[in-house]
T-cell receptor, first 112, second 110 residues
Framework: DGGITQSPKYLFRKEGQNVTLSCEQN?????MYWYRQDPGQGLRLIYY???????QKGDIAEGYSVSREKKESFPLTVTSAQKNPTAFYLC???????????FGSGTRLTVV | GQQVMQIPQYQHVQEGEDFTTYCNSS?????IQWYKQRPGGHPVFLIQ?????EVKKQKRLTFQFGEAKKNSSLHITATQTTDVGTYFC??????????FGQGTELSVKP
């Protein structure tokens, strides 16, 4: 079955460490997105990519970095510069001409 | 920047009661999407509305897009415990970027 896989589901890191969240899709979707979800704030866009080797900053890109070397993969690195990294991170993908985003099951990151 | 506001933030209903969540955008939208996120889960796409004044139904769920394409609503008739979750609207602006509302968390008491 096609879908988006995010791993791991739960991640714990010490403050000051960089951490990379994985997102892989086998839907053949061109566009991929990273959202951050905090209680009561909905989903906020971190980065998005509409094509391989290209990506754009979203509304809250500071302290994050991404790469898009393959169509299937869009990893997100949470750097030590991100002041409040503890959150639920959601990866999504979409394809032009089809409505709606497909979301992965998310990674819950806790920084202590 | 563009904002999408959603109210209420929380709604508690008795099973069998109706439920409505409202979504308002500061700018005209090219389309609006609705998602449902079950507790502990991820958002799942429900529907997209494109035309001014459009109304779509999915069983007990009715979705509306305003005439000015700046607001939308989701109405659930006779809620069931399976309706529990957070409902998000998401507006697509002319630039093609999807902006999510804050969501309405629905709880249903059996």
């Amino acid at each position: 079955d096609g879908g988006i896989t995010q791993s791991p589901k739960y991640l714990f890191r010490k403050e000051g460490q960089n951490v990379t969240l994985s997102c892989e899709q086998n839907l053949n979707h061109d566009a991929m997105y990273w959202y951050r979800q905090d209680p009561g704030q909905g989903l906020r866009l971190i980065y998005y990519s509409q094509i391989v080797n290209d990506f754009q900053k979203g509304d809250i890109a500071e302290g994050y970095s991404v790469s898009r070397e393959k169509k299937e993969s869009f990893p997100l690195t949470v750097t030590s510069a991100q002041k409040n990294p503890t959150a639920f991170y959601l990866c999504a993908s979409s394809i032009e001409g089809a409505a709606g985003y497909t979301f992965g099951s998310g990674t819950r990151l806790t920084v202590v | 920047g563009q904002q999408v506001m959603q109210i209420p933030q929380y709604q508690h209903v008795q099973e069998g009661e109706d439920f409505t969540t409202y979504c308002n955008s500061s700018t005209t939208l090219s389309n609006i999407q609705w998602y449902k996120q079950r507790p502990g889960g991820h958002p799942v796409f429900l529907i997209q509305l494109v035309k001014s004044g459009e109304v779509k139904k999915q069983k007990r769920l009715t979705f509306q897009f305003g005439e000015a394409k700046k607001n939308s609503s989701l109405h659930i008739t006779a809620t069931q415990t399976t309706d529990v979750g957070t409902y998000f609207c998401a507006g697509n602006n002319q630039g093609g970027k999807l902006i999510f509302g804050q969501g309405t968390e629905l709880s249903v008491k059996p």
